[in-house]
């Protein structure tokens, strides 16, 4: 599943072993662009970003636990995404990296966020970015909960059959529920074709299953729809009550920022079809109470709202939207997205630290 020029090696760490991906002949002293993947996915998913990558550049693309070839071990989701942010930085640190630019798709972007916010970093960038407010269970730009115990985000909301075949290796494509079915219609646009989507759903079927990891814990809730985030498992790190992001803008150092998402994202947008209350509204989760008590979450509102400020704040962001594009800009449009990271690379301050 490695393509040609990619290499995959283990490295123990204090907190985890890791496997990561690096791209044969990059020298070791060449500033790092640091790739991190999201949810249900793998470094694999970075392999031709890497290698596309500008040769002044060394790429590394690091598994989070429980993906991947690395180590399983249990998230604990009482402290958001810090269990993965603090096994990125045992990996840097291993690695002897220093300083380094961070890459992040989806959740990973969230990874990334969080990483800023304890570490200094040249640059970030976002690829389709988990809201800074969390996943679900949210209102308005300024990511105000909607209940006090975050009801219908977390691991409650996850498709049962899709836990089932994800843990049962299914490659198929027969049912909606199959990890294949679920890449196409929800990774990329409608239509999308790629002579490597054995490997995606390869590298999907390594997600470790189970309530320390995906999808993780649940709790019942006397809010609609009766389930909220357990303490536990990969989901429940997003829920709002444990995740908030926007801390990002008070950095005194601040890495620039390059945001690049596409328009027709059906994870991460206004109108999600993983948010809980879009189901509702839809008529596929049954007793929804209504737009006041139960709205849509803004993910992209949100996350332009804080950029904005970040912005305001005198940090640099750039925003890319590709127009008829998924919520994988570097599989569906690889040229923009490696032309847009190409330049922010070439922008960010190459010593912004002493």
């Not at 060394?58 to 402290?79: I, M, N």
């Not at 299953?209 to 809730?221: D, K, L, M, R, V």
Request: negative net charge; proline residues 8%.
């Amino acid at each position: 599943m490695l393509f040609d020029g990619i290499t995959a090696r283990r490295v123990p760490t204090p907190r985890y072993e890791a496997q990561v991906l690096e791209r044969d002949g990059d020298p070791a002293d060449a500033a790092a662009v640091v790739f991190v993947h999201g949810n249900v996915s793998s470094s694999l998913f970075w392999q031709q970003a890497m290698l596309d990558l500008p040769e002044a550049f060394r790429a590394v693309a690091v598994d989070l636990r429980g993906f991947g070839g690395s180590e399983t071990l249990p998230v604990d989701a009482r402290r958001g995404l810090r269990d993965y942010s603090e096994d990125l930085e045992a990996v840097i640190a291993a690695l002897g990296l220093g300083v380094p630019h961070l890459v992040g798709w989806s959740m990973g972007g969230g990874v990334v966020l969080q990483y800023a916010l304890d570490n200094p970093a040249r640059s970030l960038t976002l690829q389709a970015p988990v809201s800074p407010y969390g996943f679900g269970g949210t209102a308005g730009a300024d990511g105000r909960r909607l209940t006090d115990d975050d009801a219908g985000t977390g691991a409650g909301g996850v498709n049962p059959d899709f836990v089932a075949r994800l843990g049962a290796g299914d490659t198929g494509a027969d049912a909606p529920t199959s990890p294949r079915s679920v890449f196409r219609a929800t990774y990329v646009h409608a239509g999308f074709e790629s002579p490597h989507e054995d490997v995606w759903v390869a590298s999907m079927l390594t997600t470790a299953i189970g309530e320390g990891n995906y999808p993780g814990t649940s709790t019942a809730s006397s809010s609609w729809p009766g389930f909220a985030p357990g303490e536990w498992g990969v989901l429940n790190t997003m829920a709002p009550g444990r995740l908030d992001l926007s801390p990002i803008v008070e950095l005194a150092e601040k890495p620039p920022i390059l945001w690049i998402h596409g328009d027709a994202d059906a994870i991460v947008s206004d109108a999600s079809l993983f948010d809980a209350n879009v189901l509702g509204r839809l008529g596929a989760i049954p007793g929804w109470p209504g737009e006041e008590a139960a709205p849509a979450q803004p993910m992209v509102s949100q996350t332009r709202h804080v950029l904005e400020a970040y912005r305001g704040a005198g940090g640099a962001v750039t925003e890319v939207e590709l127009a008829g594009c998924g919520h994988s800009p570097h599989l569906e449009l690889p040229g923009e997205f490696n032309r847009a990271l190409a330049a922010h690379l070439g922008k960010a301050d190459p010593f912004p630290y002493s």
